[in-house]
């Protein structure tokens, strides 16, 4: 028969015997364990259970080089927070072009005459990071009256420092803006 | 349970001895062979061990969650093996000569679904067998297959048609 409910009728009773049969293979699990087999497999369990699981043998070496890798990196993210800008002076010194820079420590002597807390011992004794980021943070945290002043003294073209000299190195005219004489 | 929580080698002893057989039994149903089905079960008893201490009683019994466990170590075993067909695997029944094992009708018919069922996916295979065999509900189902109840509804659908397909020969036999 096509159509109609007796093809519905034959579906459900092929739906019928798939679950009987699934259900009698499903239900039928008689498995012969041997004496004893029971007991071995508990024991080789225990056994397995207090070695050092396999997955975490494998990944060990993985982790001490990785973890190594993670301390030099932030080792150097850490020790180098950013350098002073520094430049030669005419007498080959080397020195901070702003004047303060790198002397954070003066600050710290400065806060009784603005009137703000002074950190206590502990902070003193704190690592003071030696960076141009590092002062700049110290002297916002502490007020504008700590901040040292700009240098706002304009280099001389008659003298003129390293600064200026790669300046005008680097940003050279292009060909067809040179001057034709 | 809770001594097997604590460490107890004896409590432990004496669990796997009630439950290893069914165990056994759920894991052959799932993975088709016997020294397969014996090693997914020494993991789920290993994970048993480890994990006693997580074991709620209020929530399952012991019998569902180590099914839970055996389930999933199953699936795990599956996935990491490669698709090869065992030399015991041989109740593929496309022979016309019935083995020793297949000599009543009973055993063949056994064996005729069971070789269908190894055909399907591992995790309809576990659903099937878990519904059928276990008479365990959508949720219970679903919670040892780690997915949603709706999820297992469609599992067994696409299982039971699959099923229906290849088993038409049989059905026919049966009818006849």
Redesign the interface.
């Known amino acids: 028969m096509i159509g109609g409910k007796g093809e519905t009728g034959r579906a459900a009773n092929?739906?019928d015997?798939?679950?009987v049969?699934?259900?009698?293979?499903?239900?039928?699990?008689?498995?012969a364990?041997p004496p004893g087999?029971?007991?071995a497999?508990?024991?080789?369990?225990?056994a397995?259970?207090r070695i050092t699981p396999a997955s975490q043998r494998r990944w060990f070496p993985a982790a001490v080089f990785g973890g190594s890798v993670a301390a030099a990196l932030a080792g150097v993210l850490v020790l180098t927070p950013g350098t002073v800008p520094e430049s030669a002076s005419p007498s080959g010194e080397v020195v901070a072009l702003s004047p303060g820079i790198g002397e954070p420590q003066q600050f710290a002597s400065a806060l009784p005459e603005t009137g703000l807390v002074a950190p206590s011992a502990g902070e003193a004794a704190m690592p003071v990071a030696s960076g141009n980021s590092g002062t700049q943070l110290a002297a916002s945290d502490f007020g504008p009256a700590t901040a040292p002043p700009l240098d706002e003294t304009f280099p001389s073209f008659d003298a003129p420092p390293d600064d200026l000299l790669m300046t005008s190195h680097v940003f050279t005219t292009r060909p067809d803006e040179e001057l034709i004489y | 349970m809770s001594d097997v929580a604590a460490g107890d080698d004896e409590a432990f002893r004496a669990l796997t001895q009630v439950l290893y057989a069914p165990a056994l039994g759920t894991a052959m149903k799932v993975l088709g062979n016997r020294a397969e089905a014996e090693d997914a079960v020494q993991t789920a008893l290993v994970k048993l061990w480890r994990t006693a201490a997580r074991f709620d009683p209020e929530k399952a019994k012991v019998e569902t969650w180590f099914r839970r466990i055996v389930i999933n170590a199953c699936i795990d075993r599956k996935r990491a093996l490669k698709p090869v067909d065992p030399i015991d695997e041989a109740y593929d029944l496309e022979s016309e000569a019935p083995g020793p094992e297949a000599e009543t009708a009973g055993m063949m018919r056994d064996a005729r679904i069971g070789a269908a069922v190894m055909e399907l996916p591992t995790r309809q295979r576990a659903a099937i067998t878990l519904f059928y065999g276990d008479g365990a509900t959508m949720n219970e189902i679903a919670e040892a297959l780690e997915t949603t109840p709706k999820a297992v509804e469609g599992l067994l659908a696409r299982a039971r048609a699959d099923l229906a397909k290849r088993l038409e020969p049989l059905k026919e036999e049966l009818e006849a």
Do not use: P, Y
């Open positions: 092929d739906q015997m798939i679950d049969l699934l259900r009698e293979w499903a239900s039928n699990r008689d498995v364990v087999a029971a007991l497999a508990a024991d080789a369990a225990l397995e259970a």
